[in-house]
């Protein structure tokens, strides 16, 4: 079975002659292959369910690299609670929180919590080490990763991203200010979940809101922030998870942001397309369309998708996946002719 080090040897060694195949266990991501998840609340906090729910996967796709592996799943929203705000919790989807600030004057009153001890970042240390001991009286590793939302996605969760994006136009000093705020957070809350897995080999740090606004405001007002935290860890495998569309302005902008790897959309990048555009400078993660004939086709046409996929990489380093994650309702099998297709 693939592990953190053959996604090592992909970023810091030589092209191999096939992609390193991967599946994305992020939920509500992997409910198709394990079956479904009855409910996702209890999926959340019932830990004993989360690990054996993510050993499943392992279990059933030994010849991928399941990324992120084991880990304590919270969502997109551990971070951003940190701030406060209210949570609704869905049995059938991913958890959703309210903004926090009314006003961009709030801004200026608002105080830093400490990452680890509030909102779900508390449990969510708690869960870390629970699968940790776990995994370890069963002679195991937990995985050695670490994810966060970046600043711009928990700045549009903070505010309402309508506001945010207001803000770019109206207010940017104090924008810029909460970016400040938030990116310093990032950087302490990676550094603190570190600390229970002896290190990160992986980070990866989620920002969806990098391909929604306009290439100057990425450029100046998302850009500095990106780049510090990817910076402070030069010894982890970084990546960078966005699946929105990208113009060849956001792509140049982003290959700056310092990640090793792009988990992109495939359903709005092909390959061929952004091999053109970022030549050798970042890894894609990603080539079959997660909408696709993965969720609605035949394993046969899955293997016909993952051929052009691996075509389209010939030379060149990818990590072959769905970009970004899979629908709840792709079926194990064509999960299974993906991976098989790319081993060869």
């Known amino acids: 079975m693939p592990d953190y080090s053959d996604l090592i040897?992909?970023?810091?060694?030589?092209?191999?002659?096939?992609?390193?195949?991967?599946?994305?266990?992020?939920?509500?991501?992997?409910?198709?292959?394990?079956?479904?998840?009855?409910?996702?609340?209890?999926?959340?906090f019932d830990v004993d369910e989360?690990?054996?729910?993510?050993?499943?996967?392992?279990?059933?796709l030994p010849g991928a690299l399941i990324l992120p592996g084991v880990f304590p799943d919270f969502g997109v929203v551990a971070e951003v609670s940190a701030?406060?705000?209210?949570?609704?919790?869905?049995?059938?989807?991913?958890?959703?929180?309210?903004?926090?600030?009314?006003?961009?004057?709030?801004?200026?009153?608002?105080?830093?919590?400490?990452?680890g001890t509030t909102g779900l970042t508390a449990p969510l240390l708690v869960q870390q080490e629970i699968?940790?001991?776990?995994?370890?009286?069963?002679?195991?590793?937990?995985?050695?990763?670490?994810?966060?939302?970046?600043?711009?996605?928990?700045?549009?969760?903070?505010l309402g991203y309508e506001k945010y994006y207001y803000g770019f136009y109206d207010d940017s000093k104090r924008i810029e200010t909460l970016m400040e705020m938030l990116t310093e957070f990032v950087i302490d809350w990676i550094r603190v979940q570190e600390k229970g897995i002896g290190g990160a080999l992986v980070i990866m740090v989620a920002d969806h809101v990098c391909s929604q606004v306009s290439p100057e405001h990425l450029e100046t007002l998302i850009l500095p922030f990106e780049q510090a935290i990817f910076s402070s860890f030069p010894q982890a495998v970084k990546i960078y998870h966005n699946e929105g569309f990208h113009s060849d302005?956001?792509?140049?902008?982003?290959?700056?942001?310092?990640?090793?790897?792009?988990?992109?959309?495939s359903d709005v990048h092909s390959l061929e397309d952004l091999y053109s555009k970022i030549g050798d400078r970042i890894v894609p993660f990603g080539g079959l369309n997660p909408r696709g004939v993965i969720r609605t086709g035949s394993p046969e046409e899955v293997r016909i998708?993952?051929?052009?996929?691996?075509?389209?990489?010939?030379?060149?380093k990818l990590l072959l996946s769905t970009g970004t994650g899979t629908t709840p309702d792709v079926p194990l099998e064509n999960v299974r002719a993906m991976i098989e297709e790319t081993l060869g």
């Open 305 to 316: 998708e993952t051929r052009r996929a691996i075509e389209a990489a010939r030379g060149r």
């Open 83 to 115: 701030f406060g705000g209210q949570i609704r919790w869905l049995d059938e989807g991913a958890p959703y929180i309210a903004p926090v600030l009314r006003d961009l004057k709030e801004i200026d009153t608002l105080k830093p919590p400490e990452p």
């Open 249 to 265: 302005r956001h792509i140049e902008t982003i290959l700056r942001f310092g990640a090793d790897l792009w988990h992109f959309g």
């Open 9 to 44: 040897a992909l970023i810091r060694g030589p092209t191999p002659e096939r992609p390193l195949p991967c599946f994305y266990d992020f939920a509500p991501c992997h409910a198709g292959v394990v079956g479904g998840i009855s409910n996702l609340t209890r999926y959340y």
């Open 50 to 60: 989360k690990l054996a729910i993510q050993m499943r996967v392992k279990e059933l």
């Open 131 to 158: 699968m940790r001991k776990k995994l370890k009286a069963r002679g195991r590793e937990l995985e050695r990763w670490v994810l966060t939302m970046g600043p711009a996605e928990m700045a549009g969760l903070l």
